[in-house]
């Protein structure tokens, strides 16, 4: 089955760092336009940060701006999420998707836990 696999969550004091990776399994998303997302408990996924399918443009939520970076490795059908000076109100369990997502690309997410 096609689905995203994160990874390199775990827990962190604020103002630390952490770098999410995310592997397509079984499909190539060169093509497509990547999303990280996020889903803090009792809220709603939100979209952190997207990028181009060439990688020339990302785009960042106002909560995470200058401070988390995007990037990809169409080679190694991966999509990266750089999260500098990390704040308690990042505590969430992060997903790669594309974006618009799609239903049936979500994989488990990884946990992040900033402490304060």
């Known amino acids: 089955q096609v689905h995203a696999i994160e990874s390199g969550g775990g827990l962190v004091q604020a103002g630390g760092s952490l770098r999410l990776s995310c592997r397509a399994s079984?499909?190539?998303?060169?093509?497509?336009?990547m999303g990280w997302y996020r889903q803090a408990p009792g809220e709603e996924r939100e979209l952190v940060a997207d990028?181009?399918?060439?990688?020339?443009?990302?785009d960042y939520a106002d909560s995470v701006k200058g401070r988390f970076i995007i990037s990809r490795d169409n080679a190694k059908n991966t999509v990266d999420l750089q999260m500098n000076r990390l704040k308690p109100e990042d505590t969430a369990v992060y997903y790669c998707?594309?974006?618009?997502?799609?239903?049936?690309?979500w994989g488990q997410g990884t946990q992040v836990t900033v402490s304060s």
């Open positions: 990028i181009s399918w060439r990688g020339h443009t990302a």
């Open positions: 079984g499909r190539s998303i060169s093509k497509y336009v």
């Open positions: 998707n594309m974006n618009p997502a799609q239903s049936d690309f």
